[in-house]
């Protein structure tokens, strides 16, 4: 800056005046800045005295009122300010500079489009100019004021042309000399400090080539200085290698085309291995079983080389694309391999008709349970390759899509709105298991013509994965029949992991391990993107192979703790660069939603919000953009910035199932310009949620008035688990939940006038778990007017803690999610039933109250009260303490004064032996009034 202000200071009034102006200006605009570059300057000479000062002005502002935004302000030596402006026109791009020389004007403004806004030149290429220059980007004000020359820094070997004379071919003279810098892009960007180094602020993570596009309504969260600092010293990147190293190949395997038939040769190393008694063997899968049973034994590498190709021959035609094998090495110990079958020998082809050459492949890669920031921090290689990818002009397109919003925190649903373009029904039951619908989806693509491959790093003798989101029983007959109705082909090899697994003695690789999953020496994930490629390789060599639709979920990411996808950044940074020169598909990386269950999202409100805000990323090759045409890439840069759901991604997708018009694909999904002013009141998601627009919803206090909330949601989840229950529900050994506290409350309005109120639940844990403590998040919907009641709703709760723990101890027939129990303490006995419903009605510690009912001679019924703050809130409830016996009750809500209940009366219920239900809550309406409810309850017939 204080070079800025000497060089300024030299300068004649006028020309001061003049770049004072323009900086001004410049800082105005900075939000649209396309990008800023910052040449050598020279000082400019000349008179003192300049009459036409205000003429210059008043000239520039009038371009800045025609909608132009500053791009670039240049000066060389001759005299002269250059500034580069920018305009939209329809779906054009304007261009142009203005050039104020001492004491003339000289005004030049090159159009890119006629009047009219159409294009007046051939274009060299389908990109629009703004693609072509989507790189030239503006640093980070840090790094232009770092940056910004002295007057001692003056180059006079500068010539700047309009910004529209650029193209691919001929670069301008300013182009080249940014060329030639000493300090390159990525030079600059490894000096910029990152999350390792800095914690008093946040990390800006985005790619840093859009800052042409500006937000619309929805406008992105920002996380607080403390979320950010608590990511960094859980996260910090420090990914963990395998052990032991990778040993070699046992074998390898080569496809000889001749004709129209194919054959496997096997070569295997003999530096590796040692000949003897069935020292080799191959394990395959049995179709039978789903086991990896089926055993080969040879003695020596030619036994070997001579079957192997045989046994594959034969796994092939059952679906299966790989075999496990073993020998001994030279060192006396196992050495071990995981040989996919070479995909040039199972693809499909068309051998009567070529491929249609706007065809694409369609390549999905989904990895479970990845925030977008997440991404960011565990994966900085791949964010680099992206970057490299996005700010080079030559390289294939990048987007990143950064108001990406999850439709629900859980799998399940997301990867049905993936599938279908739809939430599934609501329903009351939340968490049956119905199918995710991948028939629709692989279904079109399987009907246009496409080859299908679904694969995922899951076992099915783990129930997760295909078993669950096929909805199917248990059981791999069920499994292998299912797969013929959705149109799969294969699941590429999909089943060793259940092999890999069993390494670490798991069937499941959601709790651990906690950094990395490898096989002889190489991470379980490098397998699965090492087959996608050589698929589509071998798809490019094939002109006759069918175009691949491939589906790959990886649960490298859905782990305890969140490191253990820092794994995956070494192999992914170079799977990205490979993608990127897939001529004839389109890549699309990303996750369904956050983290769930890492100590970050169930302690951190940064966490939460972490849960709801995936990563998606879109990789666009060249060939592949022309294909799609201008618009298509338009709407994608331009979408990168707008509020969007899976849902826009599902039609994104199914317009690329039959062949690209020679004017461009179908304007659906992402390949449409999307409202500037969608917020997420205006999409449908799943509850709870967390929008990533900022402000969509606000923090607000947790006071005792809040605690008419907190009771209603607990009290139905109650509800929920006396009606699961079976026999005397007080002694079961799922605990009626008693709150200790609730915190992170945070209100929204919906379109339909409804308050929607969320907050966690913290209650006690059992000494199942290994923690103090569960957290239940709950949505309550309520309805505010003239009425005293204000019909309290629980739209949704979900269960941030980890609820598996207590499979060992949960009631038969009691949903897990709801249950926290201990060992052993589900036998109490019946005498002091009423002091065991005192104590199992203390809430918030808030002692409970009970009474009798006035015409129960049993005195078996209580209505029980809990009053909090300075009667500010209020709970009911009624519990029976008979062993043997249901009771009919109603209960009257009369002389409401002050208050807000949180349902109408009379209420009438059926209270089984042994049980407490809850009834409503209530809280005042004015705080610092007094407020007060009649509430009797009557004994009725039963």
């Known amino acids: 800056m204080r070079g800025i202000t000497r060089y300024i200071w030299r300068l004649s009034?006028?020309?001061?005046?003049?770049?004072?102006?323009?900086?001004?200006?410049?800082?105005?605009?900075?939000?649209?800045?396309?990008?800023?570059?910052?040449?050598?300057?020279?000082?400019?000479?000349?008179?003192?005295?300049?009459?036409?000062?205000?003429?210059?002005?008043?000239?520039?502002?009038?371009?800045?009122?025609?909608?132009?935004?500053?791009?670039?302000?240049?000066?060389?030596?001759?005299?002269?300010?250059?500034?580069?402006?920018?305009?939209?026109?329809?779906?054009?791009?304007?261009?142009?500079?203005?050039?104020?020389?001492?004491?003339?004007?000289?005004?030049?403004?090159?159009?890119?489009?006629?009047?009219?806004?159409?294009?007046?030149?051939?274009?060299?290429?389908?990109?629009?100019?703004?693609?072509?220059?989507?790189?030239?980007?503006?640093?980070?004000?840090?790094?232009?004021?770092?940056?910004?020359?002295?007057?001692?820094?003056?180059?006079?070997?500068?010539?700047?042309?309009?910004?529209?004379?650029?193209?691919?071919?001929?670069?301008?003279?300013?182009?080249?000399?940014?060329?030639?810098?000493?300090?390159?892009?990525?030079?600059?960007?490894?000096?910029?400090?990152?999350?390792?180094?800095?914690?008093?602020?946040?990390?800006?993570?985005?790619?840093?080539?859009?800052?042409?596009?500006?937000?619309?309504?929805?406008?992105?969260?920002?996380?607080?200085?403390?979320?950010?600092?608590?990511?960094?010293?859980?996260?910090?990147?420090?990914?963990?290698?395998?052990?032991?190293?990778?040993?070699?190949?046992?074998?390898?395997?080569?496809?000889?085309?001749?004709?129209?038939?194919?054959?496997?040769?096997?070569?295997?190393?003999?530096?590796?291995?040692?000949?003897?008694?069935?020292?080799?063997?191959?394990?395959?899968?049995?179709?039978?079983?789903?086991?990896?049973?089926?055993?080969?034994?040879?003695?020596?590498?030619?036994?070997?080389?001579?079957?192997?190709?045989?046994?594959?021959?034969?796994?092939?035609?059952?679906?299966?694309?790989?075999?496990?094998?073993?020998?001994?090495?030279?060192?006396?110990?196992?050495?071990?391999?995981?040989?996919?079958?070479?995909?040039?020998?199972?693809?499909?082809?068309?051998?009567?008709?070529?491929?249609?050459?706007?065809?694409?492949?369609?390549?999905?890669?989904?990895?479970?349970?990845?925030?977008?920031?997440?991404?960011?921090?565990?994966?900085?290689?791949?964010?680099?390759?992206?970057?490299?990818?996005?700010?080079?002009?030559?390289?294939?397109?990048?987007?990143?899509?950064?108001?990406?919003?999850?439709?629900?925190?859980?799998?399940?649903?997301?990867?049905?709105?993936?599938?279908?373009?739809?939430?599934?029904?609501?329903?009351?039951?939340?968490?049956?298991?119905?199918?995710?619908?991948?028939?629709?989806?692989?279904?079109?693509?399987?009907?246009?013509?496409?080859?299908?491959?679904?694969?995922?790093?899951?076992?099915?003798?783990?129930?997760?994965?295909?078993?669950?989101?096929?909805?199917?029983?248990?059981?791999?007959?069920?499994?292998?029949?299912?797969?013929?109705?959705?149109?799969?082909?294969?699941?590429?090899?999909?089943?060793?992991?259940?092999?890999?697994?069993k390494t670490y003695n798991l069937i499941s690789p959601f709790e651990k391990p906690k950094d990395k999953i490898c096989y002889n020496g190489k991470y379980q994930h490098t397998y699965f993107l090492d087959y996608i490629e050589a698929n589509l390789q071998a798809i490019s060599q094939n002109a006759n192979a069918l175009p691949l639709l491939s589906y790959t979920m990886l649960s490298v990411a859905h782990d305890m703790h969140g490191r253990r996808i820092q794994s995956m950044d070494q192999d992914l940074s170079r799977f990205v660069e490979r993608m990127s020169k897939e001529s004839c598909t389109l890549t699309v990386v990303l996750a369904d939603h956050g983290n769930t269950y890492t100590s970050y999202t169930v302690t951190s409100q940064e966490g939460k919000f972490e849960m709801f805000h995936p990563s998606l990323f879109m990789i666009v090759p060249h060939e592949v953009g022309k294909l799609l045409g201008t618009k298509a890439l338009e709407a994608l840069y331009e979408n990168q910035r707008r509020l969007l759901t899976i849902i826009d991604l599902h039609h994104s997708l199914m317009a690329l199932a039959v062949p690209i018009s020679p004017k461009g694909v179908e304007a659906r999904g992402l390949f449409r310009r999307l409202p500037s002013n969608r917020t997420c009141s205006d999409v449908e998601l799943r509850t709870p949620n967390m929008c990533v627009c900022e402000g969509w919803d606000s923090p607000t206090t947790n006071d005792t008035l809040k605690l008419a909330y907190a009771e209603f949601a607990t009290g139905e989840l109650n509800n929920m688990l006396m009606k699961q229950g079976r026999g005397l529900p007080l002694f079961r050994s799922c605990q009626r939940l008693q709150p200790s506290r609730f915190e992170n409350v945070r209100v929204r309005n919906k379109n339909t006038g409804e308050l929607v109120t969320s907050m966690d639940l913290v209650v006690p844990a059992g000494d199942s778990s290994t923690k103090k403590e569960d957290i239940f998040h709950v949505e309550i919907e309520s309805k505010h007017s003239d009425k005293d009641s204000i019909n309290m709703k629980l739209s949704h709760y979900e269960r941030l803690t980890p609820y598996g723990v207590y499979s060992t101890c949960a009631d038969k027939g009691v949903n897990k999610k709801l249950c926290v129990c201990s060992k052993g303490k589900n036998h109490m006995k019946r005498k002091g039933l009423k002091l065991l419903v005192n104590k199992q009605s203390k809430h918030f510690h808030s002692k409970a109250m009970g009474k009798v009912l006035d015409d129960d001679e049993s005195e078996c019924l209580l209505l029980i009260r809990r009053i909090h703050g300075k009667m500010d809130a209020r709970a009911y409830e009624i519990a029976n303490t008979c062993a043997d016996q249901s009771r009919s009750v109603e209960v009257t809500i009369s002389d409401v004064y002050n208050m807000k209940i949180s349902r109408d009366g009379p209420i009438n219920v059926v209270v089984p032996p042994g049980s407490i239900v809850f009834l409503f809550s209530a809280m005042k309406q004015v705080q610092y009034y007094k407020g007060d409810v009649k509430v009797e309850a009557y004994l009725k017939d039963y």
Not at 234 to 250: A, N, R, S
Not at 394 to 416: R, W, Y
Not at 438 to 465: H, S, V
């Open 13 to 501: 009034p006028t020309k001061s005046l003049i770049t004072v102006f323009l900086l001004a200006m410049l800082f105005l605009n900075w939000s649209n800045l396309m990008y800023y570059e910052n040449l050598p300057w020279k000082p400019l000479t000349g008179k003192d005295e300049d009459p036409n000062t205000s003429e210059y002005i008043e000239q520039f502002k009038s371009f800045i009122r025609k909608g132009f935004t500053v791009v670039k302000i240049i000066e060389s030596r001759e005299n002269r300010v250059i500034i580069q402006l920018i305009k939209r026109r329809k779906d054009k791009l304007q261009a142009g500079s203005i050039q104020y020389e001492n004491p003339d004007i000289k005004l030049d403004v090159n159009a890119l489009g006629d009047k009219d806004g159409h294009s007046t030149k051939q274009p060299h290429t389908v990109q629009s100019d703004w693609q072509a220059h989507r790189n030239d980007q503006s640093n980070s004000m840090d790094e232009i004021e770092a940056k910004i020359p002295t007057s001692d820094d003056v180059s006079d070997k500068l010539d700047v042309h309009p910004l529209g004379d650029k193209s691919p071919t001929m670069q301008s003279d300013w182009q080249a000399h940014r060329n030639d810098q000493s300090n390159s892009m990525d030079e600059i960007e490894a000096k910029i400090p990152t999350s390792d180094d800095v914690t008093d602020r946040c990390p800006n993570n985005t790619l840093g080539h859009v800052d042409m596009i500006s937000y619309g309504r929805c406008k992105p969260h920002q996380p607080t200085i403390e979320g950010c600092k608590e990511a960094h010293r859980l996260y910090y990147y420090d990914p963990k290698p395998c052990d032991p190293t990778f040993q070699g190949d046992i074998c390898t395997l080569s496809v000889h085309i001749k004709n129209v038939s194919r054959m496997l040769r096997a070569r295997c190393n003999r530096s590796l291995c040692l000949e003897g008694r069935r020292h080799f063997s191959v394990k395959m899968l049995n179709p039978d079983t789903g086991m990896h049973d089926m055993i080969r034994s040879y003695s020596t590498f030619k036994q070997l080389e001579l079957r192997l190709p045989s046994i594959l021959k034969s796994n092939h035609a059952e679906k299966n694309n790989y075999v496990f094998l073993q020998c001994k090495g030279k060192d006396n110990l196992p050495k071990f391999q995981l040989l996919p079958i070479d995909p040039r020998y199972t693809l499909q082809e068309n051998k009567a008709t070529p491929r249609h050459k706007n065809r694409l492949n369609v390549n999905i890669v989904l990895i479970d349970s990845v925030a977008r920031d997440h991404f960011y921090r565990s994966l900085p290689k791949t964010i680099q390759t992206f970057k490299r990818l996005a700010k080079t002009p030559t390289s294939p397109m990048v987007f990143d899509f950064e108001l990406f919003q999850a439709v629900e925190g859980h799998t399940a649903e997301n990867t049905h709105a993936l599938f279908t373009g739809s939430l599934f029904p609501p329903t009351e039951d939340r968490d049956a298991i119905r199918p995710v619908g991948m028939e629709k989806f692989f279904g079109t693509f399987k009907r246009a013509g496409y080859q299908t491959m679904w694969q995922e790093d899951l076992c099915w003798e783990g129930q997760w994965g295909l078993t669950i989101d096929l909805a199917i029983p248990f059981s791999w007959s069920a499994l292998v029949s299912k797969l013929k109705d959705v149109f799969i082909d294969h699941t590429g090899i999909t089943h060793s992991s259940c092999e890999i697994l």
